[in-house]
């Protein structure tokens, strides 16, 4: 590739917009069984007990099951009262 080419490139890449995401709120992370497992002390088992009796809600993503942690700290409120 020949100089002009490259600032041409160069120029263009320059003049494009670039789109970003918005940062989602630290409340609409979704966490893995593993990561709730994790952050309340208990083995994954205990999770998905808490999930099949409807405790703790989850969505899947694909095939695999996420908690928002907003929905874990609900969770762990009302456990604790």
Not at 14 to 43: F, G, R, W
Not at 64 to 81: C, G, T, Y
Request: aromatic share 4%.
């Amino acid at each position: 590739m020949d100089d002009t080419a490259v600032s041409e490139r160069t120029a263009h890449a320059a003049s494009t917009k670039v789109k970003t995401k918005s940062i989602k709120p630290v409340d609409d992370e979704l966490l893995t069984v593993n990561d709730v497992a994790h952050h309340c002390k208990v083995h994954r088992a205990e999770v998905y007990r808490w999930m099949r009796s409807g405790k703790l809600h989850y969505q899947l993503v694909g095939t695999r099951r996420r908690v928002k942690m907003s929905e874990l700290e609900r969770f762990l409120a009302h456990d604790a009262a």
